[in-house]
Each structure stands twice: as C-alpha cells, then as structure tokens.
C-alpha cells in the first residue's frame, strides 16, 4: 500500500543543515498498521508530513498504492492520503462549524456541496448529528479530535497518517479515540501509519513498529515481539524500559 | 442517545442570516458587561441616528444666512449660538455629522478591504510578493499622513471627494501590516495544513481560512483609526482643504470661529466639542470591539 524508498529530509544549507530524516525505507501492507515511535525530535513527525505531501524539501520516493507520489499532489493523489493532527485546538478552523468544517474536503474537492454527508460522518465517529452546527470552542477535546477524524475519513482515503492522535487528550479519552480508529481501520479496510512516543499507544494500535532516532530506523519489531517486550537495539530497550517503569 | 445519534434529518447548512444573528447576539451579550463600551456605541448610535434624521432635527436650515442673527450667543433660540453670518451652528452640527460620518465610512469602506487583501496575499503567500507587497507599505508608511493628505488634497483640488480619497491613501498601510501579521501566524496552522491536504486551491485558503481570522483584529484597528480619521479630516476642513464652505464640516467651521475666538468662544468651541466627542467615541468602542473580538486583549 505505502512504499518509500530512500527518504531524505534536510532542512537548512551549511551550517544550519540539519539532516531530520536519514535515507529511510519501509513498506506497509494493504490494511496493515505501522507505528513509527521515537523520542521528540526524532523525525517521525517530519517523515509523517513528508509522507502526506506537507514538507516539501524530502527527496527519495514514495509510492502509493502502487503509483509514485511526488511532492506537490493533484487531487486524486490527495485522496489517497489523509491525515489526523496531533492538536484538536488547532487542527480545526475555530470560525467554521463543524458541519462546515466535514463539507470542506467534499467541496474543495469540487465534488459536492458536501452537506448531505455531514450528518452520517458525524454519526460514524460516535457524534450526535445536531453538533453540525456547533463551533469547535463548544466541544471537548475528545469530540474535536472525533470531528478531525471523521473529516480526514470523509473523502474515503484508503491511508490514514495519524500524528499522534491521542497525545493532547485525557488518558481516557485516549481509548476512546483509539477504539474508535480500530473500528474505522475495521471498517474500511484502513492502512494506518500511526506515530507515537507513546508505547501503549503503539502496542495497543500496531502490527508492527519501528523504532526511530536520529533520523533512522534503528529496530524493527512485531507484534509478538512487543508482547514479549522483544527488542534488538539497545535504543528501543531504552525506550522501552523508561515507558513500562 | 441512538435518538439524537441516528436522527440525520436535522443537518443542513444554517443561513447566512442565522448565523449573524448567532453570532452577533453573542457579541451584544457581552457588550453588557462594559458599561463603558455601551457608552461608546451609543453615542455612535446617536450620531447615526442624527445623520439619517438631520432635517428632522435641525431646527435652521443650516446655509440660511441671517445676519441681523450674526454672532448670537447660545440661548433658547440658537442652541449653540450662531456665527458670523448668522447660521444656527446647532442645526450646522447636525448636518455636520453627515458628512463625518460620510467621510469616516468612505474611507473605513475603502481603506479595510484593500489593506485586508494586501496583508492577508502578503503574508500568505510569502517570498517576493511579500517582499514588493510590504515595500510598497513601507513607502507609504514613511510619509506622514496629513502631509501627503494636504499635498493629494492640494494637487487634485480642495473638497470632500478628494478629502476622502488622500485620506484614504495614507490609511490603509497599518491595516495591511496588522493583516500580514495574523496570516503569518495562520498559515501555519494545522486546520490550513488540513485544508492544503483535502485540496483546498490557495484562493479557497486565502479567503476561507486565513482572511476571516484576519478580520476581527482589522475591524478593531479600523475602529480606532476612525477617530484619527475624523481628526484629519477635520485637520484638512480647517485647513481649507477639505468640504468647501458653505458645507457644515465640523474643522472647517472651527476654522471660521478661530477669528472671533476670543469674544464668541461658541463659534469654535462648540465643533469642537462636536469632534472631541465624537472620536472618542469611536476609541472607545474600538478599545471594547478589540476586547470582544480579540481573546488575547482580555481585560485583567
């Protein structure tokens, strides 16, 4: 489903380069969920961004579906990827009702007046219709961060690029959203890259999680190796100890 | 719960006047928190009313000379007393309004849109529009407004059009500034990086994301430079430069009162008063608007 190959992001020119992503490859399958975790800073999130057409400056490549993706998308190669912000506050126009803000995707598209669909989208992620007509600052954090999924779902992406969805909510709001992805990637048949420094998080939602620092991958393990509390690098032992304390 | 959760008959797009009726009933709520402020639209409110309705309340006609009248100090008859050619400066006042608020509204109409639109390109789309865009801000920002109002004034001829028009040409650069100053921090933000990713073209952007929350903050400047431009206006009135007699502009019949100030103070002072109100007025509903509108002024 999602292919890249030799990804570089650099930042800067001479003595303010900063190389953030070091030539990384990885594939993930149809349905699969790929967690990428990392300590801030790492680069997940920059690969993450370059990987949903945000950054401009990455060289390498990067394959969708079976079809390389380059840096500035037209609109069907948007379709293919959406993508869920770490900040509920931010992630939604404060001046735009959320009915407005889930009709948005649809009519920027140029495929609809979109409002028809508002309703059942609010509906999918758990919402009461009626909240169509609210502004973001009426609703919780959890409920926002509903919203910013339902509208990443609203055009139907086959890949979901989560950026650690869950990290400015309460604890147990957390499993509610998490849940509420689970059962969407049921659903929909969803292709996940998920990024996290939360390990639960990664364990709860992954099939498979690579480790990153400094720009590069430096462990790779499964499912079975994160029930276990497997590891092959000392980083990822790190990590992994200083989070199940 | 499943009631109000599968009820999908209730969504559709809410009309554009609902919505600012929502909106502004919210905004006039909490105007009932600052006594001050209300003050300050309700003199604004008067002064409009007074404009529209300035034949009904005028009791002279505020040209008629009558010079046996000439000089009159404030009484029962002529309120604020009349002038040299003996007009009642009350009725004169009355009529006066409509051309400040002519001219302030002119020049607000003018001045908000083009700073707006300059700004919100400027700091949207960065690199060198934004450097020619803030330039050429910067050129007109360096020239003092009412010198290049009086050279525009003097250089198209003197009355309320052009009064207007150099007016409006030294305004709206601090409105452009202020704008490219929120669309900075905007363009950043995640609900445009969203945008960006469902396909929103940079024109969609521009003028539904970014240029409504530039909006609030340039309505609020334009608020508070309504009084700076009742004061330059007035500046130019009494200069000669702007509304030509025998056309009631408030600085311009100051002007006239300056040379009989000493023995009929009535005939200056009472434009002034006239001016004095109301700029302050317009700061200090443009000091609450900035309060409602803006969160980050919260008051302390």
Not at chain 2, 211 to 218: E, G, H, K
Request: a neutral charge.
């Amino acid at each position: 489903m999602i292919k890249v190959e030799n990804l570089d992001v650099v930042y800067g020119v001479n003595e303010t380069r900063n190389h953030v992503v070091r030539s990384v490859s990885f594939e993930v399958g149809h349905g699969e969920t790929l967690g990428i975790v990392g300590e801030s800073g790492c680069g997940k999130s920059t690969l993450l961004r370059s990987l949903a057409g945000l950054e401009g400056g990455w060289t390498g490549s990067v394959h969708f579906n079976g079809k390389p993706v380059g840096k500035a998308r037209n609109r069907e190669e948007l379709k293919l990827a959406q993508m869920v912000f770490q900040d509920p506050y931010g992630s939604l126009h404060p001046r735009h009702r959320i009915g407005t803000a889930l009709a948005e995707p649809i009519r920027a598209m140029g495929t609809g007046d979109g409002w028809s669909q508002v309703s059942k989208a609010l509906q999918q992620v758990g919402l009461p219709a009626h909240f169509a007509s609210r502004f973001p600052h009426e609703l919780s954090g959890g409920q926002r961060q509903r919203v910013a999924i339902a509208r990443a779902l609203i055009l139907s992406p086959p890949i979901l690029l989560l950026d650690e969805p869950t990290s400015a909510l309460d604890v147990s709001i957390q499993a509610e959203v998490l849940n509420l992805l689970a059962d969407q990637r049921e659903e929909r048949n969803l292709t996940y890259v998920l990024v996290s420094h939360d390990l639960s998080v990664i364990a709860h939602m992954c099939d498979r999680v690579l480790v990153m620092q400094n720009g590069i991958f430096v462990d790779e393990l499964t499912k079975a190796d994160l029930r276990a509390g497997t590891t092959h690098a000392d980083y990822s032992r790190e990590l992994f100890e200083a989070s199940f304390l | 719960m499943t009631d109000t959760l599968h009820d999908t008959s209730a969504v559709q797009q809410p009309g554009l006047a609902q919505r600012v009726l929502s909106g502004s009933g919210r905004v006039i709520r909490k105007l009932g928190d600052e006594p001050l402020g209300m003050a300050g639209f309700i003199i604004l409110a008067l002064l409009i009313l007074v404009a529209i309705f300035a034949p009904v309340i005028a009791p002279y006609d505020p040209v008629r000379q009558v010079l046996s009248d000439a000089l009159q100090p404030p009484s029962l008859a002529h309120l604020a007393g009349t002038d040299e050619f003996g007009r009642d400066i009350f009725s004169r006042l009355v009529y006066g309004t409509r051309i400040t608020i002519q001219t302030v509204l002119s020049v607000s109409v003018i001045v908000g849109p083009i700073g707006l639109i300059i700004g919100v390109v400027a700091g949207f789309f960065g690199g060198r529009t934004d450097a020619f865009l803030m330039r050429a801000t910067d050129i007109v920002l360096s020239f003092p407004s009412l010198i290049l109002a009086l050279a525009f004034a003097a250089a198209l001829g003197a009355g309320l059009g052009t009064a207007i028009i150099a007016i409006s040409l030294t305004a709206w650069p601090p409105i452009a500034r202020l704008a490219r100053a929120e669309a900075l921090v905007v363009r950043n933000a995640d609900y445009v990086a969203a945008a960006r990713l469902y396909g929103a073209s940079p024109l969609r952007i521009l003028f539904f994301y970014i240029a409504p929350m530039c909006i609030p903050s340039v309505i609020v400047r334009l608020t508070l430079n309504m009084a700076g431009i009742i004061l330059t206006a007035a500046s130019l009135g009494f200069l000669g430069l702007g509304a030509q007699p025998p056309l009631p502009e408030w600085g311009a019949m100051i002007s006239s009162g300056r040379k009989f100030m000493l023995d009929y103070w009535w005939v200056a002072v009472m434009p002034g008063i006239a001016i004095l109100l109301t700029s302050l007025a317009f700061n200090i509903a443009g000091d609450t608007l900035r309060d409602l509108l803006d969160p980050r002024h919260a008051r302390s």
